[in-house]
């Protein structure tokens, strides 16, 4: 829940920056042709089924929280300055490996 409050207060804080971030990010996704925690965004990864059972798996209750619409144009590397309990860089790396196994 801390994890979303934040994220949701960062979004309120960077809107203008996001609004770019959150344009370029399925572009940088699919230009790499890889989903990662760096370059794409949290929406992204929610409407991908398999995505979001690995970031589920590796942050429990994120993709279920009521909160998480609002954090959509982030990405989880964006996330973690305002969660760093919750999106650790071991997560974040541990997220990518299984992120790097889907088709």
Same mark, same amino acid.
């Given at each position: 829940m801390r994890l979303l409050i934040l994220a949701t207060? $960062? +979004? $309120?804080?960077?809107?203008?920056a996001l609004a770019q971030t959150a344009?370029? =990010?399925? =572009? $940088? =996704?699919?230009v790499k042709g890889k989903l990662n925690t760096a370059d794409t965004d949290l929406g992204t990864?929610? %409407? *991908?089924?398999a995505?979001? $059972?690995i970031v589920e798996k590796h942050i429990p209750g994120m /993709? /279920? *929280? %009521?909160? @998480?619409?609002?954090?959509r144009g982030? /990405? +989880?590397k964006a996330i973690q300055q305002y969660a760093s309990e919750? @999106?650790? %860089? =071991?997560?974040?790396a541990a997220i990518d490996a299984d992120l790097a196994k889907l088709p």
């Open positions: 207060a $960062a +979004l $309120a804080i960077a809107t203008p344009a370029s =990010a399925p =572009a $940088a =996704a699919a990864l929610l %409407d *991908n089924p995505a979001k $059972a /993709t /279920t *929280n %009521d909160q @998480v619409e609002m954090a982030m /990405t +989880l919750e @999106v650790t %860089d =071991a997560r974040l």
